[in-house]
Nanobody, 111 residues
Framework: VQLVESGGGLVQPGGSLRLSCAAS????????MNWYRQAPGKERELVAV????????NYADSVKGRFTISRDNAKNTVYLQMNSLKPEDTAVYFC?????WGQGTQVTVSS
């Protein structure tokens, strides 16, 4: 099983980023997919989840209305569109599914 995140970087407050997580080694379309994040000195927290078919999503209160999770089962990829980014969104963002974690991608929101 492999989960490979990409798309992180440095962005100014109010900016946008789109994270991607490419999955392999399991039947992607059968599993819910999750994005977590971990800021320095803080516990890892669930940011967003999407069901296997993509029809249902759920978000942490802190990102509702700003982040959108989506998936493309044909490409075995899950996305996290992040808009109106705030400094407090700075963290390493992880993809999680099938009891496996990706390596994470750093998102830094700073002017």
């Amino acid at each position: 099983v492999q989960l490979v995140e990409s798309g992180g970087g440095l962005v100014q407050p109010g900016g946008s980023l789109r994270l991607s997580c490419a999955a392999s080694g399991f039947t992607f379309s059968r599993y819910a997919m999750n994005w977590y994040r971990q800021a320095p000195g803080k516990e890892r927290e669930l940011v967003a989840v999407i069901t296997s078919g993509g029809r249902s999503t759920n978000y942490a209160d802190s990102v509702k209305g700003r982040f959108t999770i989506s998936r493309d089962n044909a490409k075995n990829t899950v996305y996290l569109q992040m808009n109106s980014l705030k400094p407090e969104d700075t963290a390493v963002y992880f993809c999680y599914a099938y009891a496996h974690w990706g390596q994470g991608t750093q998102v830094t929101v700073s002017s």
